[in-house]
């Protein structure tokens, strides 16, 4: 066969490949959404043997076979055409993948869609063992997949690499002794100064209210209806299934307006990623974000470099009181402003602030690595989960849920999942640096409610791209430098000597 | 390999092949009511790899290969028993299914997921040119899946037995052509008598009311929330995804009261037969009804024998005043019975009265037939429809959204499933008269709101058998005799004499 038969064939495999990726990631939303209960054991199977089933698709032998007819082409093409990406980004997944038996795969996907209902009711009843050989399991299956790909400098990089394409445990573990000791000094200056009240974020917010105002902004941010939706989940995810449909999904605490608010603007960053990939990588792997910590860095840009700044509410502050002016009406913009920039050591990661969410992700790194290396028994992480917790930031969690429970990945089985989130935040500074370099006008837009340059940059600059690129590669080509601490150190230093006067 | 090894296998591919079809029903699912219109391409892209893959995991020569291998076990086995009938289903579907073409299977998949938004916005808009290229390619597709199974006696044949396994064109026609004069003689005599007022019904009814009376009855029927719910659609429909997870949709009209509520009532018949079914038949192909006509007898039971029945509203009508009290207040019980009995022609098949339903199925029979026969054109089907109706009932629809483009099975590539309906009109007449010789109290139960022994008798003679039996067998087991239109004439004229004094 010739190059243009065998690339079409290439395709149509990945488009089928892809295919059953959406339709695999429906399931899960809709298990996140509307499932009812007694749905969970035969869905279960069905995300298995879909797993399998992609799985065995894509490692097949012909696709090996295609991959190795396809070299002299791709040696052809310009390295950045989307061709010649498709081609490279497959052949590593291939490489990787091959590794794996379906049977592994499909065990996965059983016993995390199992764990997954038992996580839920765990962390309503705050009762971690019987969560315990659920979690011994997903830790023993992931330890098992990490082996498929021995050697390796640490029996962490291949589960990291999932999530990062190339970055090493290394790297994190570098990136992060660098910044610990800057976040830590950072959150003690902050400590001696007085706290802030924000008892008023604390009042009765009704959700239709905290609701409209969500769909508002992230309208604004340029989130697009006619290829999306918002539903309510316990954990707010987003989930795309393509290009044309992205689904995000929130949840509301009626006592306390940040936390669905700040969701939905974090969320509409990852969703308006999934929008914004070209329309020609559909169904293929490359209808996918470059990586998690580059998906983070857009969900953290709209939730917090721009969500949570003096700009961005003194357009919005004056709709929030519409909506809100009961709670809100004798509270001036700035103390509303210092009140969601309030910096305090809490137990629950997705309700940190910006200065010590980081600190919430290095306790779980080290877990992770601890479970995975067979340092730490599940058992035991309860205690090794509060006593981290003690150390990092200084306060015990009141019980499970507020702890060791309160994060669905592990019952997911993403393991080296969590870094990312870290990553995420300081890509998000650097970009933002670049950002205003290119456009000093930024944030002057942003004041005035526009973000049409703001969200056009990253389509053209990120989103546009999809998986193109590897992380550090395409931070690397935005900024001209990889992943880098010092720009979000920056941010945050800025940040906080205006609203604590340090 | 021993038989027992082949059956184990023979089951895993049922399973896995069980899993996909439950898998593709959510996607069908999601489509109808959540999925944001940006998704229709690639969720036909989805649903059409989907079942390509199923399609040839069905037909895979291993499969043809174990149902040689396990002829021996099968002819040792009693042949009612769950491992035979699961050969001999699976036979049956396997020789069927292997004559078609993976790729017809996924271009019907493509072209019915495409049509699907034509055929909504071609409704809403009454405008049937938009549609008519999409259905000539739906029944183009429709006809060369039926050419794969020449020679037959009729054209159509193939098609009515992918709903009504073993069932003939000519046996349908045959009923048909005994019954059309029976009802049409009834709806003369009723046409003779005074118009029943039913205005009150078209009074405002608040959704919210509408939903809580349906949920309230439909939960005293035996419908299991922990394992099934119910959401809103264009065209209400059941979804199972297996045992564990049945779906039902309804939709509102909120100037007309019996809309949504029978809609409930009606699918509830159907979401309890899927619950219903025996979990031992769980992810094989006889975790399904016996046949759509089996289905609608209990839908139309719940919906009508029992929903619309004097003894159904002496216990409920007390309880729908406390919903409604200022629509209802003044109309007492035998007058409110009468109205939601009214028979009167007209144009939506689903608002039909059950003396002038079955024509509406008897008008689109005849233009399935023609247009799969080549005898009529699709661009001439509007006129067909409107000239059909003139002769069938004596009126014409005043635009295509409340004729031809009413319905969705024609864009979801539905040919041969209408006849199903009227079927299942008269074997819920079948069995109501069975199950009263079984247990003549079951009209005073009813009027006491007790509904257990009746979803009982269901559930022992019906639902449990999932796809064991094919409709005729099953239907001549419990009643003695084949599908018979007799019970239903003798019920419509009992009912019609008492309601209209005839």
Do not use: C
């Given at each position: 066969m010739n190059s243009e038969t065998n690339l079409a064939r290439f395709k149509t495999i990945l488009n089928e490949y892809t295919d059953l990726k959406n339709a695999s990631?429906?399931?899960?939303?809709?298990?996140?959404?509307?499932?009812?209960?007694?749905?969970?054991?035969?869905?279960?199977?069905?995300?298995?043997?879909?797993?399998?089933?992609?799985?065995?698709k894509f490692t097949s032998p012909e696709v090996g076979q295609l991959l190795e007819d396809l070299r002299p082409l791709s040696n052809e093409l310009d390295p950045d055409s989307d061709d010649a990406r498709l081609i490279k980004v497959t052949e590593r997944l291939y490489k990787k993948k091959s590794k794996v038996p379906a049977s592994l795969i499909a065990d996965i996907a059983k016993a995390t869609s199992?764990?997954?209902?038992?996580?839920?009711?765990?962390?309503?009843?705050?009762?971690?063992?019987?969560f315990i050989p659920h979690l011994e399991k997903i830790i023993e299956l992931r330890r098992q997949y990490a082996h498929c790909f021995k050697p390796y400098d640490h029996v962490y990089d291949p589960l990291l690499d999932d999530y990062e394409p190339s970055l090493k445990?290394?790297?994190?573990?570098?990136?992060?002794?660098?910044?610990?000791?800057?976040?830590?000094?950072?959150?003690r200056a902050i400590s001696r100064r007085d706290q802030i009240d924000d008892s008023f974020l604390h009042l009765n917010y009704d959700q239709k209210g905290q609701w409209d105002f969500g769909v508002e902004v992230i309208t604004r941010f340029?989130?697009?209806?006619?290829?999306?939706?918002?539903?309510?989940?316990?954990?707010?995810?987003?989930?795309?299934?393509?290009?044309?449909?992205?689904?995000?999904t929130t949840r509301f605490l009626q006592d306390y307006f940040p936390s669905a608010f700040f969701s939905t603007a974090h969320e509409s960053g990852h969703g308006l990623y999934a929008q914004g990939i070209d329309r020609k990588l559909s169904r293929t792997p490359l209808d996918n974000g470059a990586s998690l910590s580059i998906h983070e860095?857009?969900?953290?840009?709209?939730?917090?470099?721009v969500g949570r700044s003096l700009e961005f509410w003194t357009h919005f502050y004056p709709r929030l009181l519409e909506y809100f002016p009961s709670q809100?009406?004798?509270v001036p913009l700035e103390t509303f402003y210092r009140a969601i920039n309030k910096v305090e050591p809490s137990t629950i990661r997705v309700e940190a602030d910006e200065a010590t969410y980081n600190l919430h992700i290095m306790l779980r790194l080290e877990l992770e690595i601890a479970l995975i290396?067979?340092?730490?028994?599940?058992?035991?992480?309860?205690?090794?989960?509060?006593?981290?917790?003690?150390?990092?930031?200084?306060?015990?969690?009141?019980?499970?849920?507020?702890?060791?429970?309160q994060d669905i990945h592990w019952s997911s089985g993403y393991i080296g999942y969590f870094p990312t989130y870290a990553l995420g935040n300081l890509v998000a500074a650097q970009l933002w640096e670049k950002l205003i370099a290119d456009n000093p006008k930024i944030q002057d837009q942003i004041q005035r409610g526009e973000f049409e340059s703001l969200t056009t940059w990253m389509k053209d600059n990120i989103h546009h791209h999809g998986a193109k690129f590897e992380p550090q590669e395409l931070v690397q080509r935005i900024t001209g430098s990889k992943i880098d601490p010092d720009p979000y150190m920056r941010y945050l230093t800025n940040k906080y000597t205006d609203i604590y006067e340090l």
């Open positions: 990631a429906l399931l899960r939303w809709d298990q996140e959404t509307y499932m009812p209960p007694g749905g969970a054991s035969e869905r279960g199977y069905q995300l298995a043997t879909m797993s399998r089933i992609a799985h065995l199992d764990a997954h209902l038992v996580w839920e009711k765990a962390r309503e009843e705050s009762n971690f063992n019987g445990t290394l790297d994190v573990q570098t990136i992060f002794n660098s910044l610990k000791p800057q976040q830590v000094e950072l959150i340029g989130f697009d209806w006619h290829r999306g939706r918002q539903d309510e989940s316990i954990h707010p995810f987003t989930q795309s299934h393509g290009v044309g449909d992205v689904r995000i860095s857009q969900s953290r840009l709209y939730e917090n470099v809100l009406g004798n290396e067979g340092q730490l028994q599940v058992k035991d992480l309860p205690a090794a989960w509060n006593s981290a917790m003690q150390d990092y930031l200084g306060i015990t969690p009141a019980n499970d849920a507020q702890g060791v429970l």
